[in-house]
T-cell receptor, first 114, second 115 residues
């Protein structure tokens, strides 16, 4: 069965600092990978996705992620964090062979210091 | 509307009562998903509808949970004889197709509290 691990439950960074959120997956086939962001009281918004091709993908709000097959990772990065980035971030993996279901990680809550 | 719409946004009910949650997907989206998000946890898949195919109910936690969808439109998730452990945010998502490479668009969820 596929699984997603987000090892950091809570991260605090200073505004303007760089950010990297970790995501590791376990899956036998080539996965489709996603990062979503959830602000309090709201649903999830898609930040970026990887299906195939270039392993460095660009998303909205200045985020990017890199797919590293050898490490089974899909880490999310941003060079300079803004206070409005404070939210919860979820990594998810899916594949056609899994019946189109997404498996989500438990999330990383990001706090931003002024 | 432009996005996935869920109602009610909040629901408080007594243990043992039945509840019905509604989801209006984005127009033209053939796939519809229900997830449960318990406090401080990730999303737990419940059920998936794709067009006129039989739904994938593999994530439903018990027979107290059921869901229906009319064609490619509205879906309702019903929880019978609610228990306190059913307290969670229930999120609905829709996507353009049934394959996982179509991103899912989420509603804001229904926060369900069982007293």
């Amino acid at each position: 069965a596929q699984s997603v691990t987000q090892p950091d439950i809570h991260i605090t960074v200073s505004e303007g600092a760089s950010l990297e959120l970790r995501c590791n997956y376990s899956y036998g086939a080539t996965p489709y990978l996603f990062w979503y962001v959830q602000s309090p009281g709201q649903g999830l918004q898609l930040l970026l996705k990887y299906f195939s091709g270039d392993t460095l993908v660009q998303g909205i709000k200045g985020f990017e992620a890199e797919f590293k097959r050898s490490q089974s990772s899909f880490n999310l990065r941003k060079p300079s964090v803004h206070w409005s980035d404070a939210a919860e971030y979820f990594c998810a993996v899916g594949a056609r062979s899994s019946g189109d279901k997404l498996t989500f990680g438990t999330g990383t809550r990001l706090a931003v210091r002024p | 509307g432009a996005g996935v719409s869920q109602s009610p946004s909040n629901k408080v009910t007594e243990k043992g009562k039945d509840v019905e949650l509604r989801c209006d997907p984005i127009s033209g989206h053939t796939a519809l998903y229900w997830y449960r998000q318990r406090l401080g946890q990730g999303l737990e898949f419940l059920i998936y509808f794709q067009g006129n195919s039989a739904p994938d109910k593999s994530g439903l936690p018990s027979d107290r949970f059921s869901a229906e969808r009319t064609g490619e439109s509205v879906s309702t998730l019903t929880i019978q004889r609610t228990q306190q452990e059913d307290s969670a945010v229930y999120l609905c998502a829709s996507s353009r197709g049934g394959v996982s490479n179509q991103p899912q668009h989420f509603g804001d969820g229904t926060r369900l509290s069982i007293l």
